[in-house]
């Protein structure tokens, strides 16, 4: 996968900012896809930019868009756009600035490139699996990498402001985590990994999908990160069922393995079955 690939989606990316921030100054236009999860009038908006942009750029792609209807034609590609035009949707509502634009591709089921965007602050983080990332702020593009901390007890954690889930506390312990910092976005959470300011994010919960996913762990993996369910499994892409039933668990990759066996008692004992997950 190429840089220049990337930097034609860096552009597209970027240019539905404005749609975003046109719409964060107006009243929100909300509905329901279910009981606690929200969409707006700018997801949609954004959706549609970024699916017309990604048709037009690459035709031959196949398009997972989080705000479009997938008939699963999809499954026939190999190259796979995966969308999500605001992650952080209840973020977005409360105006407080961690929400993100995400667009990733897969290739194969593995994630290999991704752009996470935030609009409001302007503040893009952009990399390649096995190509390096990158921090673009300010017209300036800095390299980035992974904290070397290796003592799963030392490791900063970052977890969500709107999903937490209770078991992460049981998890924070078994660990011997103390410190604790809260954000929005997938994609923001891994950002914040990818430059040394936490080392862990945790999420033991259904709720996340592919396109959570794509673009965040392109970017940490590019940075020396690491991505997996929450038993270690690798994340795969272009599947049928878009969930991740085994949670998500993201790090700077020193210790991942040692964290996945200090999770595995308390997922255990909160009876969660690795092969059915939640």
């Known amino acids: 996968m190429t840089l220049e690939t990337l930097h034609r989606l860096e552009a597209i990316v970027r240019a539905a900012g404005p749609i975003v921030r046109e719409y964060h100054d107006l009243p929100n236009d909300i509905t329901w ?21 990604l048709r037009r750029a690459f035709p031959g792609d196949a398009i997972l868009a989080e705000e479009s209807q997938d008939d699963l034609s999809r499954l026939d590609k190999e190259r796979v756009w995966c969308v999500d035009p605001l992650d952080g949707t ?27 965007y935030q609009p409001i602050l302007d503040l893009m983080y ?25 003592r799963p007890a030392d490791l ?13 506390d049981a998890i924070k312990a078994a660990i011997g ?28 919960a259904p709720g996340v999908k592919e396109w959570d996913t794509c673009a965040p762990e392109a970017i940490l993996c590019g940075a020396g990160g690491k991505i997996s369910d929450c038993w270690g499994r690798p994340l795969r892409y272009n599947q049928p069922d878009v969930r991740r039933r085994g949670g998500l668990v993201a790090s700077n990759g020193h210790c991942h393995s040692r964290i996945i066996t200090l999770m595995a008692p308390v997922l255990a004992a909160a009876g969660i079955d690795p092969d059915q997950g939640w």
């Open 177 to 204: 985590i103390s410190r604790e910092r809260i954000s929005g976005s997938v994609g923001l959470k891994c950002g914040l990994i990818a430059r040394q300011e936490a080392d862990l994010y945790l999420h033991p």
């Open 126 to 150: 952009s990399g390649l699996r096995q190509g390096g990332a990158w921090r673009i702020e300010g017209g300036q593009r800095r390299p980035l990498q992974v904290s070397a901390i290796d």
């Open 156 to 168: 900063a954690l970052v977890v969500s402001r709107s999903h937490r889930n209770p078991i992460t």
């Open 33 to 53: 896809k279910g009981a606690n999860d929200p969409v707006t009038a700018a997801d949609h908006a954004v959706n549609e930019f970024l699916v017309a942009e």
């Open 90 to 116: 209840k973020e977005f509502i409360a105006r407080n600035g961690e929400f993100s634009i995400m667009v990733g591709l897969a290739v194969q089921g593995v994630a290999v490139l991704g752009v996470v």
